[in-house]
């Protein structure tokens, strides 16, 4: 299994750049990677999913070096509602393999006034 | 469409008692998910089923918990008999294969006393 590793906090204030990197050291040559938002009392909500390089869509940007051994999600211009907790997870969907995707604690993320 | 749809969104019962939780998820996904978080553990996955079948059930606890999907539109996940220890949030979630996201209900909310 691909295990993760993430900030267990992370602390900012609206309108700056948030970046939440993830380790994966042992990433297999098929895993795809994938980032959820979860707020409280609600289920987790998906942000971006990569192989390599870089995906961006409206809400985030998600950079994958070559070696693919860690990613970063960047959150542009965060506001109060981005508060919540960022779970980074490792598998290879497309084969269907979910019961090896692992959501682990997450980042709890606090945007400040 | 509505969503992953879960009920009952709150459940209080006694030790002992059966408890069952439902779901329905979005019309044309062939795959669900059960999952149970706690502040301990994390969100976990429980089971999940392919076309009614179920996959991988792994992460059931133990023999008290059982799942069943009779149709692509149905599932329940039963408890029998409850534990104080099983009190936790259950969420429900489905995608459809070969694309990225699963979709999470908004979960119910178990409390075994």
């Known amino acids: 299994l691909a295990k993760t590793t993430q900030p267990i906090s992370m602390d900012s204030y609206e309108g700056q750049e948030v970046n939440i990197t993830c380790s994966h050291n042992?990433?297999?040559?098929?895993?795809?990677i994938t980032w959820y938002q979860q707020f409280p009392s609600q289920g987790p909500r998906f942000i971006i999913q990569?192989?390599?390089t870089k995906v961006t869509n409206e809400v985030a940007s998600l950079f994958i070096p070559a070696d693919r051994k860690s990613s970063t999600l960047s959150l542009p211009r965060v506001s109060l509602s981005d508060t919540a907790v960022y779970y980074c997870?490792?598998?290879?969907?497309?084969?269907?393999?979910?019961?090896?995707?692992?959501f682990g604690a997450g980042t709890r993320l606090a945007v400040h006034p | 469409d509505a969503g992953v749809i879960q009920s009952p969104r709150h459940e209080v019962t006694e030790m002992g008692q059966e408890v069952t939780l439902r779901c329905k998820p979005i019309?044309?996904?062939?795959?669900l998910f059960w999952y149970r978080q706690t502040m301990m553990r994390g969100l976990e996955l429980l089971i999940y089923?392919?076309?009614?079948?179920?996959?991988?059930d792994s992460g059931m606890p133990e023999d008290r918990f059982s799942a069943k999907m009779p149709n692509a539109s149905f599932s329940t996940l039963k408890i029998q008999p409850s534990e104080p220890r099983d009190s936790a949030v259950y969420f429900c979630?489905?995608?459809?294969?070969?694309?990225?996201?699963?979709?999470f209900g908004p979960g119910t909310r178990l409390t075994v006393t």
């Open positions: 979630a489905s995608t459809l294969s070969g694309t990225e996201e699963q979709y």
């Open positions: 042992n990433i297999a040559t098929n895993d795809y």
């Open positions: 990569g192989y390599k």
């Open positions: 997870l490792v598998g290879d969907i497309p084969a269907g393999g979910y019961n090896k995707l692992i």
């Open positions: 019309s044309g996904h062939d795959y």
């Open positions: 089923f392919n076309n009614n079948v179920p996959i991988d």
